[in-house]
Each structure stands twice: as structure tokens, then as C-alpha cells.
């Protein structure tokens, strides 16, 4: 159950009451005082026993993993950035990177700030439905590559589709008020992947090292 909260204190585990959400947690971490939660646009805050609302998610932010420190909220984002919360104000930390990015946050000792961003270089292709009579398992499935990480659909206009298409069935997808022929716009892992580590200093990112990583063949 996605409400259930738990707490473990080293030998036992004490069930800490359903939480005031529904469906699945994007991130969670630890605090001196309890623990923090994003689902969807909120933040609850764990403290005294009891949950609170801390804040809403900025737009679009696609939160991947949290952490708080000083009281200061960090978020780290699928685009590879993260954003920072302070005193109730948001401020964003653009890290470079290259498509496939994700950032990882959490806090070392004396509350310093770790940043881990992901980062793989993925081709791109592109596959033309020209007919809605194509538009099935039987035909999409014979000309969709292997090794397919994220896909999106631009039909005559340039118009985008809207709702999430599944990489591997891309014909599941909604696309009533698009036009034909559909472009399947198909992007890869194959390439080099690689991680940077940095320690934030306010919004200055630090570089500390970086790893290179085998790109990864099942994502």
C-alpha cells in the first residue's frame, strides 16, 4: 500500500500511519526530524508524528529524488537539473549535459550537497506512418529498432503528441486531432554514458570527477 509509512529504528520496525496521498511517490528521503515525500505536485514533510504539506513542485520539474538540508529542499530532475527551495522560493541549477540526463541529490556529512548527474549520449531516429491503416502492432512492430529508449509522434503539421507513448507500443498511444502521415521521433541508448559528480556551494555547481559507464542495453 502506497500510504503505509514505516520506521526503523535499528532492531524494529514501527509502522508510522497512512500518509495523505494517493499512488506512487516520485522520491523520499530521510530527515534529522523525520522524512520527506514528493508525490505528484506536493512535498509533504514528516514531523512530530505527523504530515504537512511543505511546498508545491515547480512545473514540469519531473522529480527523481529529494533531499533536505539547513532547511533548504533539494530536487533532482530526469532533465538533470536541480531545483532548490529556500525560504519558500524556488531557483533552479542547470547542469550540462547531454539527452539522457538525470540528477541524483543527497546530503554528506555537515549537511554538504552531492549532486550525481547521469548522462548518456543516444542517437536518434525517425520512422514515417504514412497511413492509419499502418497504424497497428503488426506494421509499427517490424520497423521499430532495437534498443528503443523514448519515443514521441509529430504528425503532418508538426504537431506533437501530448499524452506519454510507450516506447516499445507506440500505436497504444492517443492520437485523435493528428494528422497523417505520423513521424515516429525514436531516440536510443547506444552511445557513451558517463556520470558527473559536484557538490553544490549555494546554486555553484562544483565539479568533483567523473565516470565513464557501459551505456546500458535494457533500460
Known amino acids: 500500500h502506497f500510504g503505509d509509512v514505516w520506521f526503523f529504528?535499528?532492531?524494529?520496525?514501527?509502522q508510522l500511519g497512512d500518509a495523505p496521498w494517493d499512488g506512487l511517490p516520485d522520491a523520499s528521503a530521510g530527515t534529522t526530524a523525520g522524512m520527506v515525500v514528493v508525490v505528484d505536485e506536493n512535498v509533504?514533510?514528516?514531523?512530530?508524528?505527523?504530515?504537512?504539506?511543505?511546498?508545491?513542485?515547480p512545473k514540469h520539474a519531473n522529480v527523481l529524488s529529494c533531499a533536505l538540508v539547513d532547511n533548504e529542499l533539494l530536487l533532482g530532475c530526469?532533465?538533470?537539473?536541480?531545483?532548490?527551495?529556500?525560504?519558500?522560493r524556488w531557483s533552479i541549477v542547470t547542469l550540462s549535459g547531454g539527452s539522457g540526463c538525470y540528477s541524483m541529490v543527497c546530503v554528506g556529512q555537515?549537511?554538504?550537497?552531492?549532486?550525481?548527474?547521469?548522462t548518456e549520449d543516444a542517437?536518434?531516429?525517425?520512422?514515417?506512418?504514412?497511413?492509419?491503416?499502418?497504424w497497428n502492432a503488426g506494421v509499427i512492430c517490424q520497423l521499430l529498432p532495437q534498443g528503443v529508449h523514448e519515443v514521441n509522434i509529430l504528425?503532418?503539421?508538426?504537431?506533437?503528441?501530448e499524452c506519454y507513448v510507450e516506447p516499445r507500443r507506440p500505436w497504444l498511444a492517443k492520437i485523435d486531432g493528428l494528422r497523417f502521415p505520423l513521424t515516429l521521433v525514436i531516440k536510443m541508448k547506444e552511445g557513451v554514458a558517463f556520470g558527473n559528480f559536484f557538490e553544490l556551494h549555494g546554486n555553484e555547481p562544483r565539479q568533483l570527477a567523473t565516470t565513464f559507464l557501459p551505456p546500458r542495453n535494457n533500460p
Do not use: M
Open 9 to 14: 529504528d535499528g532492531s524494529l520496525w514501527h
Open 44 to 57: 509533504y514533510e514528516l514531523s512530530s508524528d505527523s504530515w504537512k504539506v511543505r511546498c508545491q513542485v
Open 78 to 88: 530526469r532533465s538533470g537539473s536541480v531545483f532548490i527551495n529556500r525560504c519558500g
Open 110 to 118: 555537515e549537511g554538504r550537497r552531492f549532486v550525481y548527474q547521469h
Open 123 to 134: 542517437k536518434e531516429e525517425r520512422i514515417v506512418i504514412a497511413n492509419p491503416a499502418d
Open 155 to 161: 504528425d503532418a503539421d508538426q504537431a506533437t503528441c
